[in-house]
């Protein structure tokens, strides 16, 4: 694997400065999303892997400003990092290292100023959420804040020439919602204790089912719990399988990268399927080395595409 030196030179970062911020965003995603960073470091060519890791520090940073105290608090906290994210990406000086981070990548990568853009305004979705009523209200959250930061991601991977723009991003609207819905399944014990669920009260009801149950539940809770995780997983499958085609969408150097996402995202689906009602009890982590399976077969075909 490239040395995180050697990584930052093919990415045309070296001034001390830049290595620095570049360095600091590498331990933040390190230290909070230790799988995603060595998915990145082992499948990704070199001079993508510090813009997309700027990318995600950016994504981590503006979700713990905005994450807690008062709805106001937080949308007072999410105006002023707006404030200071579009002068920093407008040319003035950033003080803040994940700003800075952002800032180079921006310049070496422009179509990052426009995701960068969207992902600011969905934020008010994040801002706002205290759960769902409908499954409508659900889809407006994914295609208002989900997609958006997902494609900060996304959009640093290039596309394989001459590839649909339009029919990318689709795969990555069917990609994004099986995580998210798999995301709000595995999280249902943290997320009742904190009373909102991320599964619509809709459904919740059809099943005779409310956060509140599901933070102190019975065996009665766990049976009609089992009923509704499988059909939220039925929801989610198809959209995975959709989702397939963007491997066909990127270059072959960032293939093993997205097929990794994807299958990792299988594991995890079919992980909270097996949990089932279980699930208000903690959540589903796929087997560690059906994990390591898939890096491995992954990290052997990267090197091969290099």
Same mark, same amino acid.
Request: proline fraction near 5%; glycine fraction near 6%.
């Given at each position: ?43 990704? =060519? ?9 990318? $995600?520090?950016?994504?981590? #940073? ?19 990092? #707006? ?29 990052? &100023?426009?995701? $960068?853009?969207?992902?600011? +305004? ?12 409908? #499954? ?45 819905? &798999? ?10 204790? *904190?009373? *909102? ?13 409310? &956060? ?13 719990? #089992? ?16 989702? +397939? /085609? ?18 990792? *995202? ?13 699930? &208000? ?6 087997? $560690? =080395? ?6 491995? /077969? ?9």
């Amino acid at each position: 694997m490239t040395t995180w030196p050697r990584t930052l030179r093919q990415a045309g970062i070296t001034e001390p400065d830049l290595q620095a911020a570049y360095g600091r965003q590498r331990t933040l995603v390190r230290r909070f999303k230790r799988e995603e960073y060595l998915t990145v470091r082992l499948l990704l =060519p070199a001079h993508l892997r510090p813009h997309v890791i700027a990318a $995600v520090a950016f994504m981590h #940073e503006t979700d713990n400003r905005i994450d807690t105290g008062t709805t106001d608090a937080r949308r007072t906290a999410l105006g002023e990092w #707006e404030a200071a994210t579009r002068k920093t990406l407008g040319g003035d000086p950033a003080t803040d290292a994940t700003l800075l981070a952002l800032q180079d990548a921006a310049r070496s990568r422009p179509q990052l &100023v426009h995701r $960068v853009e969207g992902f600011l +305004r969905g934020a008010r979705h994040e801002v706002d959420y205290s759960g769902f009523t409908t #499954e409508e209200e659900l889809q407006a959250y994914v295609d208002g804040y989900s997609l958006p930061a997902f494609m900060l991601l996304a959009c640093l991977l290039d596309l394989e020439p001459p590839a649909d723009t339009d029919a990318f991003e689709r795969g990555c609207r069917d990609l994004i919602e099986a995580m998210q819905r &798999v995301d709000f399944l595995d999280d249902l014990a943290e997320d009742a204790a *904190q009373g *909102q669920v991320g599964v619509p009260a809709a459904d919740l009801d059809r099943h005779s089912l409310s &956060v509140a149950n599901l933070a102190d539940p019975t065996d009665t809770v766990r049976s009609r719990l #089992e009923q509704l995780v499988q059909e939220q997983a039925e929801l989610a499958r198809p959209r995975l399988s959709a989702s +397939r /085609r963007l491997a066909g969408m990127v270059p072959q150097a960032s293939r093993p990268f997205i097929t990794a996402m994807l299958q990792v *995202q299988e594991l995890r689906l079919n992980a909270v399927r097996r949990k089932g009602g279980h699930l &208000v009890d903690g959540g589903a982590r796929p087997a $560690v =080395p059906a994990l390591l399976g898939i890096l491995g /077969r992954q990290y052997r075909a990267a090197r091969r595409s290099r």
